[in-house]
């Protein structure tokens, strides 16, 4: 088994940053990529960006230039810095991991970007 304990969230003023923190623990031998998704209230989960084992990236377009994934693997813990932070940011931000056991997902973070 795997758990993520996901910590960062909060509420902040458009244009600031916020940086979320995802760390693994358990069954975390052979992980192939953690990543984040977000879901806003009457949307869909949707990808904001992930990392592989081997350090490639992949960025949803409208975070791209904002937001940095990053990872340690010697913790098992993955980051997201969100810089220039919009309101069409707001929403819960869920850390997955991906290993050959399976995919499991975190307990989510709100991410408030308001005035």
């Known amino acids: 088994q795997v758990q993520l304990v996901e910590s960062g969230g909060g509420l902040v003023q458009p244009g600031g940053s916020l940086r979320l923190s995802c760390a693994a623990s358990?069954?975390?031998?052979?992980?192939?990529?953690m990543g984040w998704y977000r879901q806003a209230p009457g949307k869909q989960r949707e990808l904001v960006a992930s990392?592989?084992?081997?350090?490639?990236?992949n960025y949803a377009d409208p975070v791209k230039g904002r937001f940095t994934i990053t990872r340690d693997s010697a913790k098992n813990t993955v980051y997201l810095q969100m810089n220039s932070l919009k309101p069409e940011d707001t929403s819960i931000y869920y850390c997955?991991?991906?290993?050959?056991?399976?995919?499991?997902w975190g307990q989510g973070t709100q991410v408030t970007v308001s005035s």
């Open positions: 358990g069954s975390t031998a052979g992980i192939y990529a």
């Open positions: 990392i592989t084992s081997g350090d490639s990236t």
């Open positions: 997955k991991l991906v290993a050959p056991r399976g995919s499991y």
